[in-house]
Antibody
């Protein structure tokens, strides 16, 4: 069964750093497109970052230069390193895999998703 | 950045009724549009991709249509489990990938 489990969220002061983890099972992270999406309370989802199977990365402008997406192939885990955190980064952070239908995998349609981890940036 | 505008914000319907949700893009996204369902306390779930393709396991009562800038998600006959928030998302011109603001389908 394909499963994603995020950890690492919590309360952090503005300017602080946090690293989120997304442990995958049932598939290989390094062979798939993986993404982070966040959702502020009461708002719609916001795409944050994506890593391709070849290791290439993309970021939303709002996090570029502050957040870094990476993966550990030996642990089959995706990460999001978040630095210089701001109040507006407060959200539930989800990891998701690029959706696959048969032999075709899509870089920018997302499913399955993890359950999310809450990041609260506040003093 | 492509902006997706969803309407209405809230749709009040009864089980068994037909639901029609709209998503309008600020510029053409061809057929590169998806729909997600989100229930309280849960992650979004992919329903429709490439405007009209149902994702694996999605019931046939869900259908998507449209191209260019105007898209529709139709639920032919609402089941109790369909009351949720629905989001559209585009992958035509990115980064950034963008989502709409959502339509809440609530029980009348």
């Amino acid at each position: 069964e394909v499963q994603l489990v995020e950890t690492g969220g919590g309360l952090i002061q503005p300017g602080g750093s946090l690293r989120l983890s997304c442990a995958a099972s049932g598939f290989t992270v390094s062979s798939n497109y993986m993404t982070w999406v966040r959702q502020a309370p009461g708002k719609g989802p916001e795409w944050v970052s994506l890593i391709y199977s070849d290791g290439t990365t993309d970021y939303a402008d709002s996090v570029k230069g502050r957040f870094t997406i990476s993966r550990d192939n030996s642990k089959n885990t995706l990460y999001l390193q978040m630095n210089s955190l701001r109040a507006e980064d407060t959200a539930v952070y989800y990891c998701a895999r690029g959706y696959c239908s048969g032999e075709t995998c899509y870089v920018a349609w997302f499913g399955p998703w993890g359950q999310g981890t809450l990041v609260t940036v506040s003093s | 950045e492509i902006v997706l505008t969803q309407s209405p914000a809230t749709l009040s319907l009864s089980p068994g009724e037909r639901a029609t949700l709209s998503c309008r893009a600020s510029q053409s996204v061809s057929s590169y549009l998806a729909w997600y369902q989100q229930k309280p306390g849960q992650a979004p779930r992919l329903l429709i991709y490439d405007a009209s393709n149902r994702a694996t396991g999605v019931p046939a009562r869900f259908s998507g249509s449209g191209s260019g800038t105007d898209f529709t998600l139709t639920i032919s006959s609402l089941e109790p489990e369909d009351f949720a928030v629905y989001y559209c998302q585009q992958r035509s011109d990115w980064p950034p990938l963008t989502f709409g603001g959502g339509t809440k389908v609530e029980i009348k």
